[in-house]
């Protein structure tokens, strides 16, 4: 338990730390969202400067800092100014959509990758081997912006749906069409995003079994005449898995962050397009949410990876 | 009659590439024969081949050239699948226990796993393993331990415990005493010896040490650059070494062993 305890206290500290130095950087760049009104002569220096004391701007970080957690705390993360709300409730279902992208584009690369990777390294030189190395080495030497554009492409041929996340469906139709509906839009820039990460996974998957293959304990199993499947089930991939965990906590973490380029070739009205909307009206609030958001992905995902790594090496657990 | 050796190496051969262009003969025309009840000491330098010769007779690898027999039965061109059937009567215990045991499974369950190939269930499998291991002297506290809570001498005689479960009629010793102590080395071998007295098992003790060769085996073989240089009695060795290999091994035991 002290090694759970110890990575938790860890990850709190890192949150709090990364927090600070979110906000402190947002707060070091010159202006703000008031400071653009400027450029308007008709909005006195006056106005402008009683406008940034009623939303609190000219306080000092400390205590600005102070009122955004306490913000926090009650579930609101500041205030966004340009929509004159909390910037929970502006965020929540950009989140959403991204993570749902995110989300199936990772698993849709896993599910690839460790059949895939696992039979390359269990038959060296073989087809699958060959055809896993021509992958990853194609997928690396394409650009993820030239790939959504060629596949932007063959969706305008084939007639998939080319942008965004819905198409405006009469009233009264089913979830199930609507469902339909999102999943067909879903598909390219999901494809996409599996395809970026495809590369990294299959890699890592092949190496660490092809290491684990050739440990004195495999060939050990198979000299006792233990069947090869039962032993890439039950030795080889075990100790396959500690690189492999490590690597999933942090596709974990980048399920936020990893997206924002293919949100904005296919027009996915995730967090990356809000994210570079608030960063160019200077929305401090919804930039450090924003941000703060995929630090704690990334925190949160390396602690399910340690979670795991407990959980499986009996090493750590019991050592 | 001629007794059938029940292991033999036929004029092994066995080539490593290092990098494109240059090769590593690590066998080259090795002869070996086993017969029923005796232990053939394999010594010889680091890198000389011994454990190449080991995993070609325990069937992990294949030879390049030669073959290897098992009751005069030449088995390298048998199916994989009859191949695996042959696997439990020849069984290699590895230089180092430490890696060859996986430290993500019990001692008890890696003990037990081999007799899954005889189709018997986890209770029977995990009794027969209880019984091994009490056997070999390793308290009912060690069964639930991973193998890097035990002792070195411990994780040794689970590997040799894995070894015997499945009733082999051979068993290829890879430097079983390396790295540990005196004490523990003597009472190793002491256990080996008392195993093959009643299970009449026939032994292939693989070791540089040559002292510790001479002193378990009947006959003893040297093996310099992949071949097998000298096979002979061990009285005979230690008194008439014909190679210049032997005669190399023996300078380097302090005081000797001709008493």
């Known amino acids: 338990m002290n090694f759970l305890a110890r990575r938790a206290l860890h990850s709190l500290l890192l949150l709090v730390g990364a927090s600070v130095l979110t906000f402190l950087l947002v707060r070091l760049a010159p202006g703000d969202y008031f400071e653009s009104m400027r450029v308007n002569p008709q909005i006195s220096n006056r ?7 009623e939303y609190g701007l000219d306080k000092p970080s400390p205590v600005l800092y102070w009122h955004w957690l306490k913000s926090v705390v009650k579930g609101e993360g500041g205030f966004s100014f340009v929509y004159n709300t909390a910037a929970v409730p502006i965020l929540w279902p950009r989140v959403q959509n991204t993570l749902l992208l995110a989300g199936c584009a990772t698993l849709l690369a896993w599910i690839i990758a460790l059949p895939v990777g696992t039979l390359a390294a269990a038959r060296i030189g073989s087809w699958t081997d060959l055809l896993a190395s021509g992958t990853i080495a194609l997928l690396l030497a394409v650009p993820e912006l030239v790939l959504g554009l060629l596949l932007l492409l063959l969706a305008v ?8 996340m819905r198409s405006p469906l009469p009233a009264g139709t089913g979830i199930w069409n609507e469902s339909k509906d999102i999943v067909g839009h879903m598909f390219l820039p999901a494809l996409c995003l599996a395809a970026g990460l495809l590369p990294l996974l299959l890699s890592h998957v092949r190496a660490s079994m092809r290491e684990a293959l050739q440990s004195p304990f495999v060939s050990a199993a198979l000299g006792f005449g233990i069947s090869f499947r039962r032993v890439l089930l039950r030795h080889a991939l075990p100790a396959a898995l500690n690189p492999l965990i490590s690597l999933f906590g942090l596709s974990l973490g980048l399920l936020i962050s990893s997206s924002l380029l293919v949100e904005a070739i296919f027009g996915w009205p995730g967090l990356g397009q809000l994210m570079l909307q608030a960063i160019a009206s200077r929305d401090v609030f919804l930039v450090i949410d924003s941000t703060m958001l995929g630090t704690a992905f990334l925190i949160a995902g390396n602690f399910v990876a340690d979670l795991l790594l407990y959980v499986s090496d009996p090493r750590i657990r019991v050592g | 009659m001629k007794s059938v050796p029940v292991l033999e190496a036929c004029h092994l051969g066995k080539v490593y590439a290092q990098g494109r262009r240059t090769i590593r003969v690590a066998l080259d025309d090795a002869s070996l024969s086993v017969f029923r009840g005796s232990t053939v000491a394999l ?9 190449t010769l080991a995993r070609c007779l325990a069937l992990l690898e294949k030879p390049d050239t030669g073959e290897v027999r098992i009751q005069g039965a030449p088995v390298m061109n048998f199916s994989r699948r009859r191949l695996r059937q042959l696997r439990p009567r020849v069984q290699l215990i590895w230089q180092h226990s430490a890696f060859a045991l996986n430290p993500r499974i019990r001692a008890i369950d890696l003990v037990a796993e081999p007799l899954c190939i005889q189709g018997l269930g986890t209770k029977i499998r995990r009794e027969q393993a ?8 390793l308290p009912a506290a060690t069964a639930n331990r991973f193998p890097f809570q035990l002792s070195g001498g411990e994780r040794q005689r689970v590997a040799i415990a894995r070894a015997l479960v499945q009733h082999p009629e051979i068993i290829i010793l890879d430097e079983p005493l390396a790295g540990l102590d005196i004490p523990l080395q003597l ?6 010896m008392e195993l093959k007295a009643a299970h009449t098992l026939s032994y292939v003790f693989i070791s540089h040490d040559l002292r510790m060769a001479v002193s378990l085996a009947d006959r003893v073989a040297v093996m310099n650059a992949g071949k097998i240089v000298e096979s002979q009695a061990v009285r005979d060795l230690l008194l008439e070494p014909q190679s210049d290999a032997a005669r190399e091994l023996l300078n380097t035991i302090p005081g000797g062993l001709s008493q």
């Open chain 1, 157 to 164: 041929h084939v007639g998939l749906p080319a942008g965004g």
């Open chain 2, 187 to 192: 009472q190793t071998a002491r256990l080996l």
């Open chain 2, 43 to 51: 010594v010889g330098k680091s890198g000389s081949g011994k454990s």
């Open chain 2, 130 to 137: 209880l019984h091994t291991m009490s056997k070999l002297g």
């Open chain 1, 47 to 53: 106005a402008i400067a009683s406008l940034r004391s």
